[in-house]
């Protein structure tokens, strides 16, 4: 979990974040353990008013508001974006799942498995560390970075000047 500052709530600087992020994804994928390791990354809240989707409803109630997930594992198909509905207790039943236990209850038992985008027949992936040095980064994010200066274009595609750093976005610094 991240401190206050670290974390995307407003007033702090969501670059912060991101280096936090970045440095646990890294500290990951540099392990020994990679092979045989997911990470569950998500948010404890919506974060705003951003989605073009309306929250779906589920046997007539209107449900929340959609919530990310990213899936960080060498078995999960690189670049691969799941439309399917999970839940938050979707994490706990995997591990419910993977190790054998019971389930607390009916929304973690009755939740889907969160095994989204993975792809068991492949070898493992590499890892692609990321920079946690957001103020360097570009977006859309090149795995050919090599600490700001790109090897070659994302996709033939650079950025525009305003977005070619972060740090240019003017995050508001915290009170």
Same mark, same amino acid.
């Given at each position: 979990?991240?401190?206050?500052?670290?974390?995307?709530?407003?007033?702090?600087?969501?670059?912060?974040?991101?280096?936090?992020?970045?440095?646990?994804?890294?500290?990951?994928?540099?392990?020994?353990? &990679?092979?045989?390791?997911?990470?569950?990354?998500?948010?404890?809240?919506? !974060?705003? *008013?951003?989605?073009?989707?309306?929250?779906?409803?589920?046997?007539?109630?209107?449900?929340? *508001?959609?919530?990310?997930?990213?899936?960080?594992?060498?078995?999960?198909?690189?670049?691969?974006?799941?439309?399917?509905?999970?839940?938050?207790?979707?994490?706990?039943?995997?591990?419910? &799942?993977?190790?054998?236990?019971?389930?607390?209850? @009916?929304?973690?038992?009755?939740?889907?498995?969160?095994?989204? !985008? *993975?792809? &068991?027949?492949?070898?493992?992936?590499? @890892?692609?560390?990321?920079?946690?040095?957001?103020?360097?980064?570009?977006?859309?994010?090149?795995?050919?970075?090599?600490?700001?200066?790109?090897?070659?274009?994302?996709? !033939?595609?650079?950025?525009?000047? @305003? *977005?070619?750093?972060?740090?240019?976005?003017?995050?508001?610094?915290?009170?």
């Amino acid at each position: 979990m991240p401190t206050g500052m670290e974390s995307d709530h407003p007033p702090y600087r969501s670059n912060v974040a991101q280096q936090f992020l970045a440095s646990i994804v890294n500290a990951m994928e540099s392990s020994p353990e &990679w092979n045989s390791s997911v990470m569950y990354i998500t948010w404890d809240d919506y !974060g705003g *008013f951003y989605d073009h989707v309306a929250p779906p409803t589920s046997y007539g109630a209107q449900l929340g *508001f959609r919530v990310p997930l990213l899936i960080v594992s060498p078995y999960v198909k690189s670049g691969n974006v799941v439309s399917s509905r999970g839940y938050l207790e979707s994490i706990l039943h995997g591990m419910e &799942w993977r190790f054998g236990l019971g389930c607390l209850g @009916p929304m973690d038992c009755n939740a889907p498995l969160p095994l989204y !985008g *993975f792809n &068991w027949t492949n070898p493992p992936r590499a @890892p692609l560390l990321f920079p946690t040095n957001i103020s360097l980064a570009t977006y859309p994010y090149n795995p050919n970075w090599n600490g700001g200066a790109l090897a070659t274009p994302y996709g !033939g595609y650079y950025p525009p000047d @305003p *977005f070619g750093n972060l740090a240019a976005l003017g995050d508001p610094a915290p009170d």
